[in-house]
């Protein structure tokens, strides 16, 4: 019997390097910024309010907006305003590094 598994994008979150916590992918529209209503809050007075949307497309990738402004966000060190993501991709807000991984979960079989 075939085992299908589930893809669950996750990123993990970076601070000088290190992670500090991964936090799952669970919604079709994640914002990231420092206000209370962002889905993923990171309190630092260089993260703006808004700072970034990620969205999830098609159920397929993510895609990844700069809400911040020009130059806020980089993407392999270039500044970034919209792009398709890939595992790995590391987006730098500043102070704060968010990487793309993917957890691969066997699926229970269904039941007859």
């Known amino acids: 019997m075939n085992e299908r ?18 936090v799952p992918v669970n919604r079709s529209r994640l914002i990231v910024g420092s206000e209370e209503g962002a889905n993923l809050r990171l309190k630092h007075p260089a993260i703006a309010p808004r700072h970034l949307e990620v969205i999830v497309v098609q159920g397929r990738y993510l895609e990844a907006s700069n809400l911040a402004g020009e ?18 991709d590391a987006l730098d807000l500043g102070p704060v590094t968010l990487r793309l991984t993917y957890a691969r979960e066997a699926e229970a079989p269904a039941e007859d």
């Open 71 to 88: 130059g806020r966000v980089l993407l392999g060190n270039q500044p970034m305003n919209k792009a398709r993501l890939r595992e790995g």
């Open 5 to 22: 598994k589930v893809v669950i994008p996750r990123f993990e979150i970076l601070r000088r390097g290190e992670v500090i916590r991964t």
